[in-house]
């Protein structure tokens, strides 16, 4: 019976301690706050957005995004849901494939998982911060209180650097570096954005449904849809955060990204002209700035009006074609400079992390040191928002454990 130690106590080392004890392992998790779990209560706004039943390969990321293929493939979303509800987590299924516990609860999730860690016998050590590790005959763990851990396996399950108030401060990667592996480079992902004008402190709070995408060179990257927040320092909502990886990676690699806004998605920008213009025909003796009331929030009208240097006290009957045209196109593509994205702090994951052509995707086991392995967002794969870094916390703590077990 193996001695497996696993160091991080959140989605993936509990569902490993859990899959390491179920294959005849001897357990012990070690977390280092005074209880496992802390993220998972924060996830999909309290509520856990545990998997997604529209998951597909296309919603990873990293160097090598298809590493995660093999580890989804053995323990994919219908494995994750017969575990949970056996556990006896009901699924609620919403339109966008997003799967919640019925209950609605994050913390339907973790007391379960925590019951069956205590089922199982799963020794589990709190306030346990691994420090060092060192690897002979056996792994060697030590702890910041000095205390020391042997066993015959290792699983680095200790998140990235996302959310570090939960215990994720990037240790896990220093541990990694202990044993030879390479780390990808690290930054926020499923982050606010910060953009560049000073119109932001006016339009704090402004909340609208459109469409937001990613422009290099006037051709575009990618898209997304739904609420979208203008904040005092640039831009939120669930569109941006989706986009906020790529975004990203474009600016570390010193090459052109543009966010473009559009408030009115349901038109083109020649669609909405003519609208406006027939809008505008029975509005001759109103101002444009009244004119807009009804049409956009008004708290945007006069940053807009000034963008496009149109006097906001101007009637409608005297603007020219020229200027609803340019109010058209703003108004379905307003377009900023991206200058980088909140902390670490604000983001839900991170991208990068240990490097993919170091691991065996089959197994979750170090290419480089036998009895060493990895799960969860240690791993050079983050996902969309949705579901998708959960289910790559459970599907790769599940393998690691399970392979770690014989």
Same mark, same amino acid.
């Given at each position: 019976m193996p001695k497996v130690l696993i160091?991080?106590?959140?989605?993936?080392?509990?569902m490993a301690a859990i899959s390491a004890k179920n294959h005849g392992a001897d357990v012990t998790l070690l977390e280092r706050n005074n209880r496992v779990g802390k993220k998972i209560l924060a996830t999909g706004n309290g509520r856990c957005n545990y998997t997604n039943i529209n998951l597909s390969i296309e919603n990873y990321h990293g160097n090598n995004p298809? $590493?995660? !293929?093999?580890? =989804?493939? %053995? $323990?994919?979303?219908?494995?994750?849901?017969?575990? #949970?509800? /056996?556990?006896g987590i009901t699924p609620?299924?919403?339109?966008?494939?997003?799967? $919640?516990? =019925?209950? #609605? %609860?994050?913390?339907?999730?973790?007391?379960?998982? /925590?019951?069956?860690?205590?089922?199982l016998g799963v020794e589990v050590l709190t306030d346990a911060f691994v420090m060092d590790i060192k690897k002979g005959k056996m792994f060697k763990l030590t702890l910041v209180d000095g205390r020391i851990i042997y066993g015959d396996r290792v699983i680095l399950a200790t998140g990235g650097k996302a959310a570090p108030n939960t215990g994720s401060d990037g240790n896990g990667y220093e541990l990694a570096k202990r044993m030879g592996h390479s780390i990808v480079d690290v930054f926020p992902g499923l982050v606010q954005l910060k953009l560049e004008g000073d119109i932001f402190k006016q339009i704090d709070g402004v909340k609208f449904v459109g469409?937001?995408? =990613? !422009?290099?060179?006037n051709k575009l990257i990618k898209e997304d849809r739904g609420d979208i927040? $203008?904040?005092n320092y640039g831009i939120s909502g669930p569109?941006?955060? %989706?986009?906020s990886r790529t975004a990203l990676e474009y600016l570390k690699d010193n090459k052109d990204i543009k966010l473009k806004v559009s408030i009115i998605h349901n038109k083109t920008k020649e669609e909405l002209y003519d609208y406006l213009v027939f809008r505008f025909g029975f509005m001759g003796k109103k101002t444009i700035e009244k004119g807009l009331i009804g049409l956009i929030n008004k708290r945007l009208i006069l940053p807009i009006l000034k963008e496009l240097k149109i006097d906001k006290d101007k009637h409608i009957a005297y603007l020219s074609k020229e200027e609803i045209s340019r109010l058209a196109k703003i108004l379905t593509d307003w377009r900023f400079k991206i200058t980088g994205s909140k902390s670490f702090k604000d983001a839900q994951v991170t991208a990068g992390g240990v490097n993919t052509y170091e691991i065996h995707s089959s197994t979750m086991e170090s290419k480089l040191v036998k009895g060493l392995y990895f799960a969860g967002e240690i791993v050079d794969i983050d996902g969309d928002c949705g579901? #998708?870094?959960?289910?790559?916390?459970?599907s790769s703590g599940y393998i690691s454990g399970e392979n770690s077990a014989y």
């Amino acid at each position: 019976m193996p001695k497996v130690l696993i160091v991080g106590g959140g989605a993936a080392g509990m569902m490993a301690a859990i899959s390491a004890k179920n294959h005849g392992a001897d357990v012990t998790l070690l977390e280092r706050n005074n209880r496992v779990g802390k993220k998972i209560l924060a996830t999909g706004n309290g509520r856990c957005n545990y998997t997604n039943i529209n998951l597909s390969i296309e919603n990873y990321h990293g160097n090598n995004p298809k $590493f995660a !293929y093999s580890c =989804l493939s %053995q $323990f994919g979303v219908e494995k994750t849901l017969e575990f #949970f509800e /056996r556990l006896g987590i009901t699924p609620a299924i919403e339109d966008n494939g997003k799967v $919640f516990p =019925l209950s #609605f %609860q994050s913390s339907s999730i973790l007391d379960v998982l /925590r019951f069956e860690l205590e089922e199982l016998g799963v020794e589990v050590l709190t306030d346990a911060f691994v420090m060092d590790i060192k690897k002979g005959k056996m792994f060697k763990l030590t702890l910041v209180d000095g205390r020391i851990i042997y066993g015959d396996r290792v699983i680095l399950a200790t998140g990235g650097k996302a959310a570090p108030n939960t215990g994720s401060d990037g240790n896990g990667y220093e541990l990694a570096k202990r044993m030879g592996h390479s780390i990808v480079d690290v930054f926020p992902g499923l982050v606010q954005l910060k953009l560049e004008g000073d119109i932001f402190k006016q339009i704090d709070g402004v909340k609208f449904v459109g469409v937001a995408g =990613l !422009y290099s060179e006037n051709k575009l990257i990618k898209e997304d849809r739904g609420d979208i927040l $203008f904040t005092n320092y640039g831009i939120s909502g669930p569109p941006i955060l %989706q986009l906020s990886r790529t975004a990203l990676e474009y600016l570390k690699d010193n090459k052109d990204i543009k966010l473009k806004v559009s408030i009115i998605h349901n038109k083109t920008k020649e669609e909405l002209y003519d609208y406006l213009v027939f809008r505008f025909g029975f509005m001759g003796k109103k101002t444009i700035e009244k004119g807009l009331i009804g049409l956009i929030n008004k708290r945007l009208i006069l940053p807009i009006l000034k963008e496009l240097k149109i006097d906001k006290d101007k009637h409608i009957a005297y603007l020219s074609k020229e200027e609803i045209s340019r109010l058209a196109k703003i108004l379905t593509d307003w377009r900023f400079k991206i200058t980088g994205s909140k902390s670490f702090k604000d983001a839900q994951v991170t991208a990068g992390g240990v490097n993919t052509y170091e691991i065996h995707s089959s197994t979750m086991e170090s290419k480089l040191v036998k009895g060493l392995y990895f799960a969860g967002e240690i791993v050079d794969i983050d996902g969309d928002c949705g579901g #998708f870094n959960l289910q790559w916390a459970w599907s790769s703590g599940y393998i690691s454990g399970e392979n770690s077990a014989y």
